[in-house]
């Protein structure tokens, strides 16, 4: 897949209806999503628990495009192949979940697979600094990980603007997770941010019967973050 700058919106199934995520997922890309994001959660690194190797491998046959594994687990290397093998597009883990994230990085790319590093609010733009020319993509969240619909956190726009200054040309994405909506998509696009992830505020009031209000929220926020953006 080449490279394009331009602004992504990436839902995120964890807000979708869990006994019916084959047609959440195959509504929400035919309603305008440009990447599906799959938050794994361990039940120690965050205080949740989510999906398993084999269960975004049932994912991966509903998913036509992108698909965006984002592992909140800790320890992280030991579970990288087998959600390569899954059929992860890209995977992101965490600075904050092992001692090693250069390594961490490499183990992704082994897999053949895009590599991404995410950073939590209290983690500095600098633990990323020495690694990103190993990185397809940076991720910012802007909650801390665990939970779908929380406030987004402000202080994290000045983080991601000083991120797009050091990445410069470099064709590494810039990610955010957490509290995305319209109001808050223009923010982050302009602090330099091309990929937005959005849970609740995508499937909010939609569902796979009424897939068309899907449509609705992913414009919605597209279309604030374009603006800004510029």
């Known amino acids: 897949m080449s490279f394009e700058r331009n602004i992504k919106i990436a839902p995120s199934i964890l807000s979708a209806d869990f006994a019916d995520f084959g047609r959440e997922i195959r509504a929400v ?10 938050d794994v959660m361990d039940g120690h690194f965050v205080p949740n628990l989510t999906f398993g190797p084999p269960a975004v491998k049932a994912f991966r046959p509903h998913v036509s495009g992108f698909m965006d594994v984002h592992l909140m687990i800790a320890p992280v290397d030991p579970y990288i192949e087998a959600y390569a093998e899954a059929g992860a597009d890209l995977i992101t883990a965490h600075v904050e979940s092992g001692p090693h994230p250069h390594r961490t990085l490499q183990a992704i790319r082994a897999t053949g697979k895009k590599a991404g590093l995410a950073l939590n609010p209290g983690t500095p733009l600098e633990a990323v600094e020495y690694v990103l020319d190993l990185c397809d993509l940076v991720l910012v969240m802007t909650v801390n990980p665990g939970f779908g619909g929380q406030k987004f956190i402000h202080s994290q726009l000045d983080k991601a603007a000083r991120l797009r200054g050091m990445i410069g040309d470099r064709p590494i994405h ?3 997770d957490g509290g995305i909506d319209p109001n808050t998509a223009p923010l982050v696009a302009k602090a330099g941010a091309d990929v937005l992830v959005a849970g609740s505020a995508v499937f909010r009031g939609g569902t796979v ?3 068309e209000v899907y449509g609705e929220n992913i414009r ?3 279309d604030a ?6």
């Open 220 to 222: 919605a926020i597209r």
């Open 29 to 38: 890309e035919a309603q305008g999503a440009d990447w599906v994001h799959v």
């Open 225 to 230: 973050a374009v603006a800004a953006a510029g």
């Open 209 to 211: 019967e009424t897939a």
């Open 174 to 176: 810039i990610q955010v």
